[in-house]
């Protein structure tokens, strides 16, 4: 499976975004999809992640309320729907996929990260 995530872009704080990660592969669908982010000096962290199906999901306490992760498998997409942004949410954000769900960060198959930036 190969992963593209876009949608990255310049926000001020309290605007939103949507981030899409697209797949290849006619499998997708089998897929647990979860989003991450790394900001500069830190660790990658798990923002959300869903099911195969889309009826499991998952979000970092950082983020519960204000982002949500959907798919559309008929199009080989996760998107990641941002909300209320912070600048603490500033980072690259990837996607990955692995072929069951988890809340972890273990994933078999990364894209290539998107930049969200937040000004204040």
């Known amino acids: 499976v190969q992963l593209q995530a876009s949608g990255g872009g310049l926000v001020q704080a309290g605007g939103s975004l949507r981030l899409s990660c697209t797949a290849s592969?006619?499998?997708?669908?089998?897929?647990?999809v979860g989003w991450f982010r790394q900001a500069p000096g830190k660790e990658r962290e798990v923002v959300g992640t869903?099911?195969?199906?889309?009826?499991?999901?998952y979000y970092a306490d950082s983020v519960k309320g204000r982002f949500t992760i959907s798919r559309d498998n008929a199009k080989n997409t996760v998107y990641l729907q941002m909300g209320s942004l912070k600048p603490e949410d500033t980072a690259v954000y990837y996607c990955?996929?692995?072929?069951?769900?988890?809340?972890?960060?273990?994933?078999?198959?990364w894209g290539h990260g998107t930049l969200v930036t937040v000004s204040s």
């Open positions: 990955a996929a692995r072929s069951t769900w988890s809340t972890g960060v273990t994933y078999d198959y």
């Open positions: 592969g006619r499998t997708f669908s089998s897929y647990g």
């Open positions: 869903i099911s195969s199906s889309g009826t499991t999901t």
